[in-house]
């Protein structure tokens, strides 16, 4: 089987910067990588079907000279899940920029205080530690002391505190899920401003 050489460097090359367009934060960019990486996925399988020939009737052409089929479907197959990835990660993208003002993908909120948490006691230990280590602990150590673990509890309190706001929720199931829209912000602040007039002085 003789494989195109041209057609083969261009899909990897697709294929790789739709992986790198993958690994970033910006949801653009994940959906350009995705769109990028689709078509170089489906130059491999095109090239894997070998050079062009005859197309593949039944009667009235020899077997010799007719092209696989099978590729050519499998790519047909790839564009339509291809275009329905890029719709719903153009959704996801338009949400998130109309909710946050950003199509940026943070981190989760979880794994940040886990990791928050392990720091937190690494540093803990090493300051027991050193304070334990000292021969003689006096007045000011002791301060010094107390006054570390302080702002290490104000760090995980602060880390709570944050975690409580982001697990607000309004009973509203539809806004809890997918966020309210900035017209029913607006709405509701209205809202608000028409039933208690002091609120917005």
């Known amino acids: 089987m003789t494989v195109s050489f ?10 790789a910067v739709g992986g790198i367009l993958l690994l970033t934060r910006p949801l653009t960019r994940i959906l350009l990588g995705a769109v990028i990486a689709g078509n170089g996925i489906n130059l491999l399988v095109l090239a894997a079907s070998g050079p062009a020939g005859r197309e ?28 329905a990835t890029t719709a719903f990660l153009l959704a996801m993208a338009y949400r998130s920029h109309q909710l946050n003002g950003t199509d940026e993908v943070h ?18 230990a090493q300051l027991r530690e050193r304070y334990r280590a000292a021969p003689q602990a006096t ?27 982001g697990r607000y929720a ?4 539809w806004h809890d899920v997918l ?18 007039p002091g609120a917005t002085g």
Do not use: F, M
């Not at 009667?59 to 275009?83: E, K, N």
């Not at 007045?139 to 409580?164: G, K, S, V």
């Open 6 to 15: 041209s057609l083969l460097a261009t899909a990897s090359v697709l294929c």
């Open 139 to 165: 007045d000011e150590d002791r301060a010094r002391y107390r006054e570390e673990r302080r702002r290490l509890r104000a760090r995980l309190r602060a880390d709570r505190a944050l975690q409580a706001r």
């Open 56 to 83: 593949p009737l039944l009667y009235g052409v020899p077997l010799a000279r007719i092209t696989d089929p099978l590729p050519q479907a499998i790519a047909l197959t790839a564009i339509v899940i291809t275009l």
């Open 179 to 196: 966020g309210a829209d900035p017209e029913d912000y607006a709405q509701q602040q209205a809202h608000s401003a028409d039933t208690d």
């Open 170 to 173: 309004t009973g509203d199931l």
């Open 107 to 124: 981190d989760d909120q979880e794994d940040r205080r886990i990791v928050l948490r392990a720091e937190v006691l690494g540093e803990r």
